[in-house]
């Protein structure tokens, strides 16, 4: 079934220490998210990608980078991740950006910070 | 600008009954699509249906259909024959074609459903 994946599933870091989120999708959409999520709140869009082309949030803090390196795959850097950052991160993909293009959500990666 | 407006927090159901989501919207453009997520407590936004705004039908997928008022800018979600693992946050969201790179959601239902 093609589907969106996201590893790992729980990530443990600390304080200050770069950790990585991975992402990839066997749908082959052009578009790829990712999403920040508090507890019981709506997720917030950080950014998005294009193809190549990379979208970022005004609101996205510079601690949070993105990379594409292919159509399949797409990864969330956080430099330093602080206590604030805890939370779920989503990624979603959709075949393109127009208003019928529905995002489909891999089953995210929770962070937590020490 | 875009918003999507749900009114109930948290809503309750018994086992086997109907149930009716609420969702308002508000968008200045005549193209746009609305969707449903459930979230279970897993954390993972499944995509349950789509409504365009150019649709005549109410959209439908199983035990799931969207009762979709546009005059009123409404686009409800209706669950038929609760059954207990429904129980979970639903967001209501939208995307409009002249800012397609925006999909807004709206702040949530939490369905319990009671057996």
């Known amino acids: 079934d093609a589907m969106v994946i996201q590893n790992p599933r729980y990530q443990v870091t600390q304080f200050g220490k770069p950790v990585t989120l991975s992402c990839s999708q066997t749908l082959n959409h052009n578009v790829m998210y990712w999403y920040q999520q508090k507890s019981s709140q709506a997720p917030k869009l950080l950014f998005h990608y294009y193809d190549k082309d990379f979208n970022n949030e005004a609101d996205t803090p510079d601690n949070f980078q993105s990379r594409r390196p292919n159509t399949s795959f797409c990864f969330l850097d956080i430099r330093s991740p602080g206590l604030g950052d805890a939370a779920m991160y989503l990624c979603?993909?959709?075949?393109?950006?127009?208003?019928?293009?529905?995002?489909?959500f891999g089953p995210g990666t929770r962070l937590t910070v020490l | 600008a875009q918003k999507i407006t749900q009114t109930q927090p948290g809503m309750f159901v018994q086992e086997k009954e109907a149930v009716t989501l609420d969702c308002t919207y508000d968008?200045?453009?005549?193209?746009?699509?609305l969707f449903w997520y459930k979230q279970p407590s897993s954390g993972e936004m499944i995509f349950l249906i789509y409504q365009g705004s150019y649709d005549e039908q109410n959209a439908t997928e199983g035990r799931y259909s969207l009762n979709f008022q546009k005059a009123r800018k409404s686009a409800n979600l209706v669950i038929s024959a609760s059954q207990l693992g429904d129980s979970a946050m639903y967001f209501c969201a939208m995307r409009d074609a002249n800012y397609g790179q925006n999909f807004v959601f709206g702040p949530g239902t939490r369905l319990s459903v009671l057996p």
């Open positions: 968008t200045s453009d005549q193209s746009y699509g």
């Open positions: 979603a993909t959709s075949r393109g950006l127009e208003y019928t293009d529905t995002q489909y």
